[in-house]
């Protein structure tokens, strides 16, 4: 069945492209570099890429009505980068999975999300929009960290375009295009 939605899965699969790229280059850092202290509000890419994951796990959740609220939000650290990395992989594919069975009439639809004052009920588009945005952003502050650590940070938008795109893209595209 054709996606009534590819503007969505596109940018699920941009999203799952840019933290793999992110991580490849994580996973090369030495330890004193991987765990040290930045300025930054999270202080630690440990801590950064922590944040990352743990609210894609609370929007997917909300996404999917998985009924789990902010307990999957207020969790402890993964410590492995190995482990954090394999788990955000995973959490990209159920993205990934999501948006691509969505129809246009999901969009509009109202889900629940569980915030410290109680249930707000969101639009699913634009959580999906919220969520994107919030991996852009702190995929900046990540690139800032390993610039600040001496590491070549990854680009990370050349996923569209296929002028510029890097190779490593296509494997994200259903079609390969």
Not at 80 to 96: F, K, M, V
Not at 110 to 123: C, F, H, P
Request: hydrophobic fraction near 40%; glycine fraction near 6%.
């Amino acid at each position: 069945m054709p996606n009534d939605c590819p503007h969505f899965l596109r940018q699920a699969q941009n999203n799952a492209w840019a933290n793999a790229t992110l991580y490849a280059v994580v996973a090369g850092m030495p330890n004193a570099a991987y765990e040290a202290k930045y300025p930054s509000f999270f202080g630690s890419l440990p801590r950064l890429l922590n944040h990352i994951y743990e609210v894609d796990l609370y929007y997917i959740d909300a996404l999917v009505q998985g009924g789990l609220g902010r307990s999957v939000y207020v969790r402890d650290d993964i410590a492995d980068r190995t482990e954090l990395a394999a788990a955000q992989a995973a959490s990209d594919q159920r993205l990934i999975d999501h948006c691509a069975g969505l129809e246009e009439a999901d969009l509009a639809d109202e889900l629940a999300t569980e915030r410290l004052d109680g249930m707000v009920m969101e639009r699913r588009d634009w959580l999906l929009l919220h969520l994107f945005q919030h991996q852009v952003h702190h995929r900046g502050q990540a690139h800032a960290m390993l610039s600040q650590a001496g590491m070549d940070p990854p680009q990370l938008d050349d996923f569209y375009l296929r002028h510029g795109r890097v190779e490593s893209a296509k494997a994200y595209w259903e079609d390969g295009a």
